[in-house]
């Protein structure tokens, strides 16, 4: 009889476009998200936590740079037929939530959502398929006071996560406009090349002026030598697409002037730059000035997708990339106005507005500046030197809990203490609890401080070691009582 092949062991490793966070990185997160819940509860907005599967005809095609609604998604067919997906964004299920819901929710409502999102798309470097979203909507607002309020609010919150005045600007822009630029190309109804226009504009900040008007006009060669074939317009067609995107000026009135005269006499164009005006002057009103939120007409942000104002919070400090080059560490947050998303399901115009942070890349940001990332302090580890005992150790580490001190019990092989040591090294305890027959016969326990250990093993000198014990006997009825002092120590 033919022996039976064995069936060959999985791989230990985790899917392409995926990751693991461990407990300091969970714990960072969490901090964060918390921060943010904070500030959007400051602000009226309540939590809304909807499923993490949504239909595929729910989701639509809303996901930017694809046709399909399952592509670009991870979507599967229930055997009745429906197709199913994980979400892609928070923003999608919202809708979904207010169309369902809004006979029992009220107007405007305000909501803010937090978690992972998953899209079905090519991984790269620092390009996952699963990451964490932190939003906040505000649906049935038909005022643009509502985007204004988006914007003091994603100021406020960048501040209150670690990011310094100076070193973020929120950026305000308003899809109106552009459609008053292409209308007064005449171009509103030629959607082919309204949409070459909008990605070439999204290139903007790449190869500038001069790069922009090539490719809207005859083209141009690329860095690589290759040739970009240009969308086709004439000079003068351009002209008002260069207007809007150089119409940035030191002075919001400057720039709403420059603004009005690149739309012509387009009123939905004069509608969007009033908007705009109205805008920075709620802004101003409550103390939000240029150096924390400013208009700008190079804000993109897949206007397909939005009606209205769209806004970007941009980190201004710099960073090196992997090549050693400075750059700035760029986009965190973004959103806008989409008056259509929820009307998909109602069949009447729902106007909305809200704002997404890309929680990964705050959390790198704040690794860039030395907010974050530091040493993660470990428990207080409670070591076992008689198994036979564990119980006078479960006790001690409960009382160290009760008192709000993080602790554990040893729970290895108590046989050899060096390796109880090395446990309590690798896990950044800073306090090691010891007591052996001897200690317990006397009523004393030895509190052994890791964190000053280790600092004096590396720099001090032996008259130093005499000077700084790192290791004291105390009564076990003080137990809690020293801990807490040498961590306090510790701490300062």
């Not at 592509?71 to 207010?98: H, I, K, M, N, S």
């Not at 104002?309 to 990339?321: H, K, N, Q, R, S």
Request: some cysteine; glycine content about 10%; overall charge negative.
């Amino acid at each position: 009889m033919a022996k039976q092949k064995k069936s060959p062991r999985p791989k230990a490793e985790t899917p392409k476009g995926f990751r693991d966070y461990f407990g300091p990185e969970v714990t960072e997160r969490a901090e964060m998200l918390q921060t943010i819940a904070e500030v959007y509860h400051l602000y009226g907005f309540d939590a809304l936590e909807s499923s993490a599967v949504e239909t595929v005809e729910a989701l639509g095609k809303f996901l930017p740079d694809v046709d399909r609604p399952n592509e670009g998604v991870f979507a599967w067919q229930e055997d009745e037929g429906d197709w199913l997906a994980l979400r892609y964004d928070l923003t999608a299920p919202l809708a979904r939530v207010y169309a369902q819901h809004r006979n029992d929710l009220p107007t405007p409502y305000r909501r803010y959502a937090m978690g992972p999102v998953w899209r079905n798309e090519k991984p790269g470097p620092g390009r996952f398929r699963q990451f964490y979203q932190c939003d906040a909507d505000t649906v049935g607002a038909p005022s643009v006071a509502a985007d204004a309020e988006i914007c003091a609010m994603l100021a406020d919150t960048l501040e209150k996560v670690g990011i310094p005045r100076g070193d973020f600007i929120v950026r305000v822009n308003n899809r109106k406009v552009l459609n008053g630029v292409l209308e007064s190309m005449g171009l509103t109804d030629d959607e082919e090349r309204s949409a070459a226009v909008m990605r070439t504009i999204d290139k903007f900040d790449k190869v500038g002026e001069a790069g922009v008007r090539e490719l809207l006009t005859k083209g141009r060669l690329d860095a690589s030598g290759a040739f970009i074939d240009g969308v086709g317009l004439s000079e003068d067609q351009a002209d008002p697409v260069l207007a809007f995107l150089t119409s940035k000026s030191a002075d919001a009135g400057d720039t709403l002037a420059n603004l009005r005269a690149a739309v012509g006499d387009s009123a939905i164009g004069r509608e969007g730059v009033q908007e705009l005006e109205t805008i920075s002057e709620l802004l101003a009103a409550q103390g939000y000035g240029p150096d924390r939120v400013e208009i700008d007409p190079s804000v993109v942000r897949g206007l397909g997708y939005y009606t209205g104002p769209v806004f970007e919070a941009e980190l201004t400090f710099e960073i090196f990339d992997e090549k050693g080059r400075k750059r700035q560490f760029g986009s965190v947050a973004g959103g806008g106005r989409y008056d259509d998303l929820v009307k998909r399901f109602t069949g009447q115009a729902v106007p909305a507005t809200g704002v997404s942070i890309g929680v990964d890349r705050l959390l790198a940001a704040l690794r860039e500046k030395g907010r974050i990332g530091g040493t993660v302090e470990g428990p207080v580890v409670v070591t076992v030197m008689d198994r036979d005992r564990m119980a006078d150790y479960q006790d001690m580490v409960s009382e160290l809990r009760r008192a709000g001190i993080r602790a554990e019990v040893y729970l290895g092989n108590p046989k050899n203490f060096g390796n109880q040591m090395k446990y309590a090294d690798r896990r950044g305890s800073p306090v090691a609890v010891i007591e052996g027959g001897d200690e317990k016969e006397r009523g004393v326990v030895q509190i052994k401080d890791l964190i000053l250990g280790a600092r004096i093993a590396q720099d001090a000198t032996l008259e130093e070691w005499k000077e700084r014990p790192s290791q004291f006997e105390v009564p076990r009825a003080q137990l809690v009582e020293k801990v807490r002092e040498m961590l306090d120590g510790q701490g300062q």
